[in-house]
C-alpha cells in the first residue's frame, strides 16, 4: 500500500491519513452547519419566551423549538461526536480509517435523514417536539428521517470498534488505548446502548404512523425513549470529558495525575451512568419507587462519583504540566500564567467550570426523587440541561473546533482576536442563559410554554413579578450566546476557506 | 498522548478488565437494558388496564 496517504500534523505532530482526514473535516463542516441552524432557531425561540419581545407565533414558536431541539442536541452534537470518534481512533493512533466508505454512507445517512427531519418539521407536519411523545404524533417520514440519522450514527460508532482493532493490529498502541481514545470508546459504547434504544422506539413509532400498529403505550414510549434521550447525553458527557483531557494534554502536555483513576471513572459511566435515564419519569405514575430510586439514587451517584474524579484529575494535570513548565511560585502563577488567551484551553476550562457548577449540580439536585417533583417541567429542567450540553458540551466541542482546524483543516485561525474572546463571549451568555431560566423555573415558569401571562385564558395567573428580570436575564443571555455562536460559525468556515494554509 | 503500563511485569486484573473494551460494551449494554429497560418494561405490563384502552 502507499505510504505517501499520511502526512505529520506540524502542530501535533500526529500522523494523519488522508481517507481519515477528508471524512473527519465533513463531519465537522455538517456539525458547524446544524449549529448554525440550531442556533437560529434558539434565537428565535428564546425572543419567544422573553416576555417582554414574545416574538413567534403559536404555531411557530412550537414549530421552531421542535428544530432547535433537533438541530442542536441530535444534529451538532452527533456530527461532532463522529468526527472525534473518528479522530480518536485513527489520528490519535496514526493509523489509517479502515473501512472508508462505510464511513461515508454512515455520513449519508446521517445527511439524508437530518435533512428529511428538517424539512418535514419546517412544512409543518411534525410539531411534536423533539421528544414526540405518543399519542402526539408526526408524519412517518419525520420518523424515518431520525431513524436513518440514528443508524448512520450507529454505523459512525461500531467504526470506532473496527478502527481500534486494526490499529491494535498495525501497532497503533499495544496494550491500552491512550486515555483520551479510552474516553471516547466509552461514548461509542454507550452510542451503541442509546442507538439501540432509539431503534427500539422509533421504528414502532413509525409503524404506527403507518398504521401498521394501532396503539403504542404512551408509558412504555417515555420508558424506551429515555434510554434513547438520556444515554445520548451520556455519550456528549464522555466526549466532553474526553475533550478535556485531550486538549489539556495537546495545549500544555497536561497528563492525568493518576491515569487509572481516571480511566475507572469511564468504566463507572459506562456502568451505570445510563441508569439515570430514569430522572426523566421520576413524577410518572406508573413505575414503583423502587425503579426509581435503584436507578437515579443508588446507581446513578456512581457515575456522579466518576464526574467528580474528572473535575478534580483534569484541572490537576493542567497544573502539574504548567508546574513543570516552570511556573511554580506561589500556590496560584500556574493559574495565572495558563494560556487564557488561547481559546482552545480557555473554551475546557469555562467548560469544567460551567458544566460542575451550572449543570453538574443542579443534575443531582433535579434528579433526585424528592426534589424532582417541585422542578418538574419548569423552566429550571431547561437551564439545567442548557448548563450541561451547551455550557459543558457545546463549548468543549467548540474549543477542539480550533484545534482541529489547523490540524485536520491545515489551515490557521482567521480573527484571532476574535478567537481569543469568542469562548468567553459564549460562556458569559449561556451562563446568563442558564441562570436566568433556573431562576424563572424556580418561581414556576414552566418550559415549553408559549404565553406565561395566560391571556384570553378562562382563568388569571400571574406570576411572581421577579420574573421578569430573570426571563430578561435569560433574554439577554440568549443575545450574547447567538453573538458567540455567530463569530464562532463565522471563524471557522472562515478559516476552513481564508486562512493561511499551515504547512 | 502517552500510552500506560510501559512497566514489565504481570498486568495488574483491574487494567486487564479494562483494556478489554468489548467486555466493556457488553456490560455496558446489558446492565442498563436489564436494570432499567426490562425492568420498567416489565413493571409497566403488570399494569392492570382500564377496560377502555383498547
Ligand atoms: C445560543 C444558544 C442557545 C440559546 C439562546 C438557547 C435557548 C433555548 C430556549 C429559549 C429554549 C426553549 C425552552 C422552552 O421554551 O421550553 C431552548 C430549548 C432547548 N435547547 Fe437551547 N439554546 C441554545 C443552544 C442550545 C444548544 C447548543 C443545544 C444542544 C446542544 C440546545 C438544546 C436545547 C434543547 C434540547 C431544548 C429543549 C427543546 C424542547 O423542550 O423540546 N440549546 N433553548
Ligand atoms: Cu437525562
Not at chain 1, 434510554?227 to 445520548?232: I, K, M, P
Not at chain 1, 484571532?416 to 468567553?424: D, E, L, T, V, W
Request: with cysteine; glycine share 10%.
Amino acid at each position: 500500500m502507499a505510504n505517501q496517504d499520511f502526512r505529520i500534523c506540524s502542530e501535533s505532530g500526529l500522523k494523519v491519513y488522508k481517507n481519515a482526514e477528508t471524512l473527519i473535516k465533513w463531519n465537522v463542516i455538517a456539525a458547524l452547519a446544524t449549529l448554525a441552524v440550531g442556533g437560529l432557531m434558539a434565537l428565535l425561540v428564546a425572543l419567544t419566551r422573553w416576555p417582554s419581545v414574545h416574538l413567534l407565533g403559536l404555531t411557530e414558536y412550537y414549530r421552531f423549538l421542535t428544530a432547535h431541539g433537533v438541530d442542536a442536541l441530535l444534529a451538532w452534537i452527533l456530527f461532532f461526536e463522529m468526527a472525534l470518534v473518528y479522530f480518536a481512533s485513527t489520528v490519535v493512533l496514526g493509523t489509517r480509517f479502515r473501512g472508508v466508505v462505510v464511513g461515508w454512507i454512515s455520513f449519508a445517512l446521517m445527511l439524508i435523514g437530518g435533512a428529511l427531519i428538517n424539512v418535514i418539521i419546517i412544512m409543518g407536519r411534525a410539531d411534536v417536539m423533539f421528544t414526540s411523545y405518543a399519542p402526539l404524533k408526526a408524519d412517518p417520514l419525520y420518523y424515518l428521517g431520525v431513524i436513518l440519522f440514528a443508524v448512520g450514527a450507529l454505523i459512525g460508532f461500531i467504526m470506532f470498534f473496527v478502527n481500534v482493532v486494526y490499529a491494535k493490529r498495525d501497532g497503533g498502541f499495544k496494550r491500552s488505548l491512550p486515555l483520551g481514545s479510552f474516553g471516547l470508546a466509552a461514548a461509542s459504547i454507550i452510542g451503541v446502548l442509546t442507538l439501540a434504544h432509539g431503534a427500539g422506539i422509533f421504528i414502532p413509532a413509525f409503524l404506527w404512523s403507518l398504521d401498521f400498529i394501532g396503539y403504542i403505550d404512551p408509558s412504555a414510549y417515555r420508558l424506551v425513549f429515555w434510554g434513547l434521550g438520556h444515554s445520548s447525553q451520556q455519550i456528549n458527557v464522555c466526549a466532553m470529558v474526553a475533550v478535556w483531557y485531550m486538549t489539556s494534554a495537546f495545549v500544555v502536555g497536561g497528563k492525568p495525575v493518576n491515569e487509572k483513576l481516571s480511566r475507572t471513572a469511564f468504566v463507572l459511566y459506562i456502568l451505570f451512568i445510563n441508569l439515570a435515564s430514569e430522572h426523566h419519569l421520576l413524577v410518572d405514575p406508573v413505575l414503583s419507587t423502587w425503579h426509581k430510586i435503584v436507578n437515579t439514587s443508588y446507581m446513578m451517584h456512581l457515575a456522579v462519583l466518576a464526574s467528580m474524579i474528572h473535575a478534580f484529575a483534569i484541572p490537576a494535570s493542567i497544573e502539574v504540566a504548567l508546574r513543570k513548565q516552570g511556573f511554580r511560585s506561589g500556590l496560584f502563577e500556574w493559574f495565572k500564567k495558563a494560556p487564557w488567551g488561547n481559546p482552545a484551553f480557555a473554551a475546557v476550562a469555562l467548560s469544567i467550570l460551567l458544566f460542575g457548577f451550572l449543570g453538574g449540580i443542579t443534575g443531582v439536585i433535579f434528579g433526585t426523587e424528592q426534589f424532582n417533583i417541585i422542578r418538574h417541567n419548569t423552566f429550571a429542567i431547561t437551564g439545567h440541561f442548557h448548563g450541561t450540553v451547551v455550557a459543558g458540551t457545546t463549548i468543549a466541542f467548540m474549543g477542539f473546533t480550533y484545534l482541529l482546524i489547523p490540524c485536520i483543516f491545515k489551515r490557521q485561525l482567521i480573527w484571532k482576536g476574535f478567537a481569543q474572546i469568542q469562548p468567553y463571549l459564549y460562556a458569559v451568555g449561556v451562563a446568563m442563559l442558564s441562570i436566568g431560566m433556573m431562576s424563572a423555573g424556580a418561581f414556576g415558569v414552566p418550559r415549553r410554554h408559549y404565553d406565561i401571562t395566560f391571556s384570553g385564558a378562562p382563568f388569571s395567573f400571574t406570576f411572581d413579578p421577579a420574573i421578569d428580570m430573570f426571563m430578561s436575564m435569560m433574554g439577554v443571555g440568549a443575545l450574547l450566546a447567538v453573538a458567540g455562536g455567530v463569530l464562532f460559525i463565522l471563524i471557522g468556515f472562515g478559516s476552513m476557506i481564508w486562512g493561511k494554509e499551515v504547512k | 498522548m502517552e500510552e500506560t503500563g510501559k512497566s514489565t511485569g504481570p498486568i495488574p486484573g483491574w487494567q486487564k478488565f479494562m483494556d478489554n473494551i468489548f467486555l466493556l460494551l457488553a456490560l455496558g449494554v446489558v446492565i442498563p437494558t436489564l436494570i432499567y429497560t426490562v425492568w420498567g418494561l416489565w413493571e409497566i405490563m403488570n399494569i392492570p388496564r382500564l377496560p377502555i384502552v383498547p
